[in-house]
Protein backbone atom coordinates (compact mmCIF):
# COMPACT_ATOMS: atom_id res chain seq x y z
CA UNK A 1 0.00 0.00 0.00
CA UNK A 2 0.90 3.92 -0.70
CA UNK A 3 1.56 6.24 2.22
CA UNK A 4 -1.20 8.07 0.63
CA UNK A 5 -4.26 5.91 -0.13
CA UNK A 6 -5.06 3.72 3.63
CA UNK A 7 -5.40 0.36 3.50
CA UNK A 8 -9.34 1.08 4.27
CA UNK A 9 -9.66 2.68 0.85
CA UNK A 10 -7.41 -0.31 -1.32
CA UNK A 11 -9.92 -0.98 -4.27
CA UNK A 12 -12.80 0.85 -3.19
CA UNK A 13 -13.16 2.18 -6.78
CA UNK A 14 -13.12 0.18 -10.31
CA UNK A 15 -12.99 1.79 -12.79
CA UNK A 16 -16.68 2.24 -14.88
CA UNK A 17 -15.54 4.53 -17.43
CA UNK A 18 -17.12 3.25 -20.44
CA UNK A 19 -20.81 2.72 -18.37
CA UNK A 20 -23.02 5.75 -18.01
CA UNK A 21 -23.02 8.81 -17.42
CA UNK A 22 -19.09 8.61 -18.65
CA UNK A 23 -19.61 6.55 -21.26
CA UNK A 24 -16.18 6.94 -22.33
CA UNK A 25 -14.90 5.25 -25.58
CA UNK A 26 -13.22 1.72 -25.07
CA UNK A 27 -9.77 2.66 -26.48
CA UNK A 28 -9.85 6.45 -24.44
CA UNK A 29 -10.86 4.11 -21.14
CA UNK A 30 -7.89 1.57 -21.45
CA UNK A 31 -5.39 4.56 -22.02
CA UNK A 32 -7.07 6.46 -19.20
CA UNK A 33 -6.87 3.20 -16.91
CA UNK A 34 -3.13 2.57 -17.53
CA UNK A 35 -2.80 6.10 -16.78
CA UNK A 36 -4.86 5.22 -12.76
CA UNK A 37 -2.79 2.30 -12.57
CA UNK A 38 0.54 3.94 -12.76
CA UNK A 39 -0.60 6.93 -10.81
CA UNK A 40 -0.19 7.69 -7.06
CA UNK A 41 -3.77 6.80 -5.99
CA UNK A 42 -3.54 3.52 -7.76
CA UNK A 43 -4.48 1.56 -5.09
CA UNK A 44 -7.70 2.85 -4.65
CA UNK A 45 -8.53 1.52 -8.36
CA UNK A 46 -9.98 -1.76 -9.12
CA UNK A 47 -10.18 -3.07 -12.34
CA UNK A 48 -11.30 -1.85 -15.87
CA UNK A 49 -14.64 -2.80 -15.90
CA UNK A 50 -15.85 -3.94 -18.99
CA UNK A 51 -19.28 -5.07 -20.94
CA UNK A 52 -19.21 -8.87 -21.92
CA UNK A 53 -20.85 -7.48 -25.71
CA UNK A 54 -17.48 -5.49 -25.79
CA UNK A 55 -15.30 -8.19 -25.12
CA UNK A 56 -13.94 -9.11 -28.83
CA UNK A 57 -13.33 -5.33 -29.29
CA UNK A 58 -11.44 -5.02 -26.20
CA UNK A 59 -8.89 -8.29 -27.16
CA UNK A 60 -8.45 -6.54 -30.25
CA UNK A 61 -7.68 -3.19 -28.81
CA UNK A 62 -5.76 -4.46 -26.62
CA UNK A 63 -3.46 -6.79 -28.85
CA UNK A 64 -2.92 -4.05 -31.42
CA UNK A 65 -1.28 -1.98 -29.25
CA UNK A 66 -0.04 -4.73 -27.00
CA UNK A 67 -1.45 -3.68 -23.86
CA UNK A 68 -3.22 -6.92 -22.81
CA UNK A 69 -0.36 -8.88 -20.84
CA UNK A 70 -1.27 -8.35 -16.57
CA UNK A 71 -4.46 -5.91 -17.49
CA UNK A 72 -6.62 -6.50 -15.42
CA UNK A 73 -10.47 -6.16 -15.94
CA UNK A 74 -13.99 -6.83 -14.46
CA UNK A 75 -16.73 -8.41 -17.09
CA UNK A 76 -19.58 -7.11 -16.38
CA UNK A 77 -22.32 -9.67 -18.36
CA UNK A 78 -25.07 -7.64 -20.22
CA UNK A 79 -25.35 -10.07 -22.41
CA UNK A 80 -26.48 -12.41 -20.00
CA UNK A 81 -25.94 -15.20 -17.98
CA UNK A 82 -25.41 -18.33 -20.46
CA UNK A 83 -23.33 -16.29 -22.30
CA UNK A 84 -20.59 -15.65 -19.79
CA UNK A 85 -18.09 -18.45 -20.77
CA UNK A 86 -17.95 -17.32 -24.44
CA UNK A 87 -16.96 -13.82 -23.11
CA UNK A 88 -14.76 -15.16 -20.28
CA UNK A 89 -12.81 -17.50 -23.22
CA UNK A 90 -12.34 -14.40 -25.62
CA UNK A 91 -10.65 -12.34 -22.83
CA UNK A 92 -8.22 -14.72 -21.50
CA UNK A 93 -7.36 -16.26 -25.40
CA UNK A 94 -6.26 -12.75 -25.64
CA UNK A 95 -4.19 -12.17 -22.75
CA UNK A 96 -6.25 -10.31 -20.25
CA UNK A 97 -6.88 -11.27 -16.67
CA UNK A 98 -10.32 -11.32 -15.35
CA UNK A 99 -10.29 -10.63 -11.95
CA UNK A 100 -14.68 -10.44 -10.72
CA UNK A 101 -17.48 -11.05 -13.26
CA UNK A 102 -20.89 -9.41 -12.00
CA UNK A 103 -24.19 -10.22 -13.80
CA UNK A 104 -27.73 -9.48 -12.67
CA UNK A 105 -29.14 -12.81 -11.93
CA UNK A 106 -33.08 -11.05 -12.44
CA UNK A 107 -34.97 -8.32 -13.14
CA UNK A 108 -37.14 -6.74 -10.26
CA UNK A 109 -40.10 -8.71 -9.33
CA UNK A 110 -38.68 -11.84 -10.62
CA UNK A 111 -37.68 -14.65 -8.44
CA UNK A 112 -33.33 -14.60 -8.12
CA UNK A 113 -33.15 -18.33 -7.70
CA UNK A 114 -33.42 -20.04 -11.22
CA UNK A 115 -30.93 -17.25 -12.50
CA UNK A 116 -28.39 -17.88 -9.40
CA UNK A 117 -29.27 -21.47 -10.16
CA UNK A 118 -27.13 -20.80 -13.63
CA UNK A 119 -24.59 -18.85 -12.61
CA UNK A 120 -23.53 -21.08 -9.73
CA UNK A 121 -22.84 -23.91 -11.55
CA UNK A 122 -21.38 -21.29 -14.08
CA UNK A 123 -18.79 -20.03 -11.33
CA UNK A 124 -18.35 -24.09 -10.29
CA UNK A 125 -17.57 -24.88 -14.10
CA UNK A 126 -15.01 -22.75 -14.47
CA UNK A 127 -11.36 -23.07 -14.67
CA UNK A 128 -9.87 -21.21 -11.45
CA UNK A 129 -12.20 -23.61 -9.12
CA UNK A 130 -9.51 -26.25 -9.89
CA UNK A 131 -6.27 -25.08 -8.09
CA UNK A 132 -3.79 -27.45 -10.65
CA UNK A 133 -5.34 -25.57 -13.60
CA UNK A 134 -5.10 -21.78 -11.98
CA UNK A 135 -2.49 -19.00 -11.15
CA UNK A 136 -2.96 -16.05 -9.12
CA UNK A 137 -5.89 -15.06 -7.11
CA UNK A 138 -9.51 -17.18 -8.15
CA UNK A 139 -11.90 -15.02 -10.34
CA UNK A 140 -14.14 -13.19 -7.78
CA UNK A 141 -18.30 -13.60 -9.06
CA UNK A 142 -20.82 -11.31 -8.18
CA UNK A 143 -24.84 -11.85 -8.41
CA UNK A 144 -26.74 -8.57 -8.80
CA UNK A 145 -29.99 -9.02 -6.76
CA UNK A 146 -33.24 -6.81 -7.12
CA UNK A 147 -34.01 -5.36 -3.54
CA UNK A 148 -37.33 -6.94 -3.76
CA UNK A 149 -38.75 -10.36 -4.06
CA UNK A 150 -37.24 -13.25 -3.18
CA UNK A 151 -33.77 -11.32 -1.78
CA UNK A 152 -33.64 -13.37 1.43
CA UNK A 153 -33.74 -15.96 0.12
CA UNK A 154 -30.92 -15.50 -2.79
CA UNK A 155 -28.86 -14.69 0.12
CA UNK A 156 -28.97 -17.90 1.66
CA UNK A 157 -28.18 -19.15 -1.55
CA UNK A 158 -25.24 -17.09 -1.64
CA UNK A 159 -24.07 -17.85 1.80
CA UNK A 160 -24.24 -21.64 1.34
CA UNK A 161 -22.18 -21.88 -2.19
CA UNK A 162 -19.44 -19.30 -0.87
CA UNK A 163 -19.23 -21.76 2.34
CA UNK A 164 -19.33 -24.53 0.15
CA UNK A 165 -16.05 -22.61 -1.71
CA UNK A 166 -17.64 -21.16 -4.62
CA UNK A 167 -16.07 -17.62 -4.89
CA UNK A 168 -19.35 -15.48 -4.77
CA UNK A 169 -21.03 -12.32 -3.12
CA UNK A 170 -23.63 -10.02 -3.79
CA UNK A 171 -24.13 -7.33 -5.77
CA UNK A 172 -26.76 -4.09 -5.41
CA UNK A 173 -28.31 -1.30 -7.27
CA UNK A 174 -28.13 1.89 -5.20
CA UNK A 175 -28.57 4.19 -8.09
CA UNK A 176 -30.38 4.67 -11.96
CA UNK A 177 -32.62 6.46 -13.97
CA UNK A 178 -35.58 5.68 -11.97
CA UNK A 179 -36.27 6.88 -8.40
CA UNK A 180 -37.27 3.24 -7.57
CA UNK A 181 -33.99 2.22 -8.17
CA UNK A 182 -32.43 4.14 -4.99
CA UNK A 183 -32.89 2.27 -2.12
CA UNK A 184 -34.01 4.37 1.04
CA UNK A 185 -31.35 4.32 4.03
CA UNK A 186 -33.66 1.58 5.86
CA UNK A 187 -33.54 -0.42 2.72
CA UNK A 188 -30.39 -0.17 2.27
CA UNK A 189 -29.13 -0.52 5.94
CA UNK A 190 -31.66 -4.19 6.04
CA UNK A 191 -29.79 -5.06 3.25
CA UNK A 192 -26.27 -4.28 4.42
CA UNK A 193 -27.01 -5.80 7.84
CA UNK A 194 -28.36 -9.15 6.18
CA UNK A 195 -25.04 -9.65 4.33
CA UNK A 196 -23.26 -8.93 7.96
CA UNK A 197 -25.41 -11.52 9.24
CA UNK A 198 -24.29 -14.66 6.70
CA UNK A 199 -20.59 -12.91 6.70
CA UNK A 200 -21.23 -12.31 2.95
CA UNK A 201 -18.84 -8.93 0.97
CA UNK A 202 -21.10 -7.48 -1.30
CA UNK A 203 -21.02 -4.63 -4.16
CA UNK A 204 -22.60 -1.52 -5.00
CA UNK A 205 -23.23 -0.15 -8.76
CA UNK A 206 -24.79 3.30 -9.92
CA UNK A 207 -25.63 6.38 -7.93
CA UNK A 208 -22.48 6.60 -5.52
CA UNK A 209 -20.84 9.84 -7.08
CA UNK A 210 -19.96 11.68 -4.44
CA UNK A 211 -18.71 11.05 -0.67
CA UNK A 212 -21.86 12.51 0.93
CA UNK A 213 -25.61 11.95 0.60
CA UNK A 214 -26.79 14.71 -1.73
CA UNK A 215 -29.71 15.64 -4.02
CA UNK A 216 -28.85 16.19 -7.47
CA UNK A 217 -30.92 19.40 -8.39
CA UNK A 218 -30.97 17.73 -12.19
CA UNK A 219 -32.84 14.46 -11.41
CA UNK A 220 -34.45 15.76 -7.85
CA UNK A 221 -33.12 12.24 -6.81
CA UNK A 222 -31.19 11.52 -3.63
CA UNK A 223 -28.49 10.22 -4.28
CA UNK A 224 -26.71 7.55 -1.17
CA UNK A 225 -22.71 8.53 -0.36
CA UNK A 226 -19.84 6.02 -0.73
CA UNK A 227 -18.69 7.84 2.42
CA UNK A 228 -21.99 6.85 3.77
CA UNK A 229 -21.85 3.57 2.68
CA UNK A 230 -18.53 3.04 4.34
CA UNK A 231 -18.72 4.71 7.75
CA UNK A 232 -22.57 2.58 7.80
CA UNK A 233 -20.58 -0.73 7.07
CA UNK A 234 -18.14 0.06 9.22
CA UNK A 235 -20.87 0.15 11.84
CA UNK A 236 -22.84 -2.96 10.65
CA UNK A 237 -19.54 -4.88 10.82
CA UNK A 238 -19.58 -3.61 14.93
CA UNK A 239 -22.53 -5.27 15.16
CA UNK A 240 -24.86 -1.85 14.75
CA UNK A 241 -28.53 -2.60 14.05
CA UNK A 242 -30.73 -1.53 10.97
CA UNK A 243 -31.60 1.72 12.69
CA UNK A 244 -28.57 3.21 13.85
CA UNK A 245 -26.54 2.09 10.34
CA UNK A 246 -30.35 3.76 8.71
CA UNK A 247 -29.29 6.61 10.36
CA UNK A 248 -25.38 7.07 9.29
CA UNK A 249 -26.15 6.39 5.40
CA UNK A 250 -28.60 9.27 5.73
CA UNK A 251 -26.62 11.46 7.69
CA UNK A 252 -25.74 14.95 5.51
CA UNK A 253 -22.49 15.45 7.85
CA UNK A 254 -19.20 14.98 6.92
CA UNK A 255 -17.24 15.39 10.00
CA UNK A 256 -19.41 12.58 11.72
CA UNK A 257 -18.87 10.17 8.49
CA UNK A 258 -15.55 11.11 8.07
CA UNK A 259 -14.20 10.42 11.64
CA UNK A 260 -15.35 6.44 12.31
CA UNK A 261 -13.53 6.25 8.52
CA UNK A 262 -10.27 8.20 9.81
CA UNK A 263 -10.23 5.55 12.92
CA UNK A 264 -10.02 3.01 10.70
CA UNK A 265 -7.85 3.92 7.89
CA UNK A 266 -5.21 1.20 8.75
CA UNK A 267 -7.51 -1.59 9.02
CA UNK A 268 -8.97 -3.91 6.08
CA UNK A 269 -12.79 -2.72 4.77
CA UNK A 270 -15.27 -4.97 5.73
CA UNK A 271 -18.06 -6.51 4.03
CA UNK A 272 -18.16 -3.98 1.47
CA UNK A 273 -16.02 -4.92 -1.65
CA UNK A 274 -16.83 -1.68 -3.33
CA UNK A 275 -18.62 0.35 -6.15
CA UNK A 276 -17.81 0.92 -9.99
CA UNK A 277 -17.48 4.62 -10.77
CA UNK A 278 -17.47 6.08 -14.42
CA UNK A 279 -15.01 9.32 -13.03
CA UNK A 280 -11.89 7.49 -10.87
CA UNK A 281 -10.98 11.06 -10.14
CA UNK A 282 -14.42 12.06 -8.96
CA UNK A 283 -14.48 10.15 -6.14
CA UNK A 284 -10.55 11.00 -5.42
CA UNK A 285 -11.35 14.24 -5.29
CA UNK A 286 -13.83 14.01 -2.74
CA UNK A 287 -11.54 11.93 -0.38
CA UNK A 288 -8.90 14.38 -0.82
CA UNK A 289 -11.34 17.21 0.21
CA UNK A 290 -12.04 14.79 3.68
CA UNK A 291 -8.73 14.13 3.91
CA UNK A 292 -8.95 10.50 3.42
CA UNK A 293 -6.58 10.26 0.91
CA UNK A 294 -2.80 12.30 1.60
CA UNK A 295 -2.30 13.31 -2.52
CA UNK A 296 -3.36 15.57 -5.17
CA UNK A 297 -3.19 16.00 -8.91
CA UNK A 298 0.10 17.53 -9.29
CA UNK A 299 1.73 14.60 -8.29
Not at 13 to 22: L, M, T
Not at 227 to 234: D, I
Not at 235 to 254: F, G, H, N, Q, R
Request: hydrophobic residues 45%.
Amino acid sequence: MSTQVPRLLAGLVDDAAVFPPGSASLPDAVTAHHEHRASWYADLVGPLLVPASAADTLTDLTGQTDQAAGFEVGLIGDTGIARLPAALTRLAAGGLVVRQIEVAVARRGEDPQPGLTELLRIAGDHPDREPARSEGPAVAWYAELPLTFGLSAALDTLAEARAAGVPIAAKFRTGGLAAELFPTPVELAAVICACRDRDLPFKLTAGLHHAVRHLDPETGFTHHGFGNVLTATLAAAADAEVDVVAALLADTDAVRLVEPARAARDADRPLWVGFGSCSVREPLTDLIRLGLVNGGFDR
